[in-house]
């Protein structure tokens, strides 16, 4: 006994989601195969199965599709190479011992600035002891920018020396990304 195939029946309601990534890799290969100008976002969004809409969903322009992992993949050199100085100057001793010369200019930069706005002695005990707070808050922010690499370093030493300024009361990380709080722990 012969039996009759079943027909699936056509699929009704809203097409299955594509991603940002799917879209890419079709655009990539139309323009690779057809060229840039030659290929058209309808052409992407026909292919992909999603309307005109979606793609600018996606991307700004038909450009934007080369560009759009270009920001992410800086992000990541700049951090590989933030890590590899940050591993350089702490593991090798003299470079470790000649940061100190750089932390020295530093910190005096800050002691200079508050001496003159407090109209005392850049080497009177405030100033001094500002400017070496504001350095080591600064070096426990970028430790650990370097040892979390989860968000810009500003972050950390924004909220290094908010806690300075709040003079380390626990309430000073309120305010903040609950991310960032916690990793400031």
Known sequence: MRQTPVMAEPRRGRPPATSRRELELIALRRFTEQGFDETTIDQIAAEAGVSRRTFFRYFNSKASVLWSDFDTEVGTIRSALADARYNLISSVPELHASAAVHYDAWERAISDFVAKRIRQPADSLYPLAVG????????AGYDRWVARADTDLTVYLDAA?????????PDALRGQSPRLARNAR
């Open 132 to 139: 070496r707070a504001t350095l080591a808050a600064c070096r």
């Open 161 to 169: 020396l908010r806690a300075l300024a709040a003079g380390f009361a």
